[in-house]
């Protein structure tokens, strides 16, 4: 297996799907994108920075013999670029754990329910990435905690499977209250809202952040 190389520099053209999809990305030849090995078995993890300053985490995407990186509105957004605009690439190895961040929320979700985190640690790498994405993609922190409840929840009632159009129906139901939802899960006194508040939403800081 090749060895990764630290960092590859190069510049190239922001492209477009063209057919009304949307989509934005970059082009990475065959060359640079095997510079980085499948840490998997199967996708290359990267983390590419543009133009100097939006950096993410990211798969190199096959496509034709080379590869591609997909670039989102967000990102577009952030560096006023359009598709035909230059942009300056730099790729380096991911080597994070997950190959993405891990949300929080999920991540205290887990260290509560050992039978929940070791099936979940059984998935493949891009099945635990979508559903860290699934979780991540909530827009405020009551959103994150309900969907990690329910994402670990599902795991443990289908046996570490994940049953995609059953997930998207329990995705959509009611959020509940956290803490009412933790105690029933895990047991009482797992989280409450006194003055020690120990984990989950009373596990933060004063910045905001979960200890």
């Not at 510079?35 to 096959?62: H, I, Y």
């Not at 790729?91 to 979700?109: C, F, N, Q, T």
């Amino acid at each position: 297996m090749a060895k990764a190389v630290k960092t590859v520099k190069f510049k190239t053209t922001l492209d477009s799907s063209g057919n009304g999809s949307g989509w934005h990305f970059i082009s990475v030849s065959r060359v640079v994108g095997e510079k980085f090995p499948a840490q998997d078995g199967r996708s290359r993890r990267v983390v590419c920075a543009l133009n100097g300053k939006a950096e993410f985490q990211c798969a190199l995407m096959p496509s034709g013999g080379e590869f591609f990186i997909m670039v989102n509105k967000e990102i577009r957004a952030r560096l006023a670029i359009l598709s035909g605009h230059t942009v300056e690439v730099s790729l380096r190895s991911d080597e994070s754990k997950y190959g993405m961040a891990m949300p929080a929320e999920l991540e205290e979700v887990l260290k509560q329910d050992p039978d929940g985190d070791r099936l979940f640690h059984e998935l493949t790498a891009g099945k635990r990435r979508s559903l860290m994405w699934i979780v991540g993609k909530g827009k405020d922190e009551d959103t994150r905690i309900h969907r990690a409840l329910v994402v670990v929840g599902h795991l443990n009632d289908n046996g570490g499977k994940i049953m995609g159009e059953k997930l998207q129906q329990e995705l959509k139901r009611p959020k509940i209250d956290p803490s009412a939802a933790f105690e029933a899960s895990f047991g009482e006194g797992v989280i409450s809202r006194n003055a020690s508040k120990p984990q989950t939403r009373g596990a933060r800081s004063k910045t905001g952040r979960f200890s």
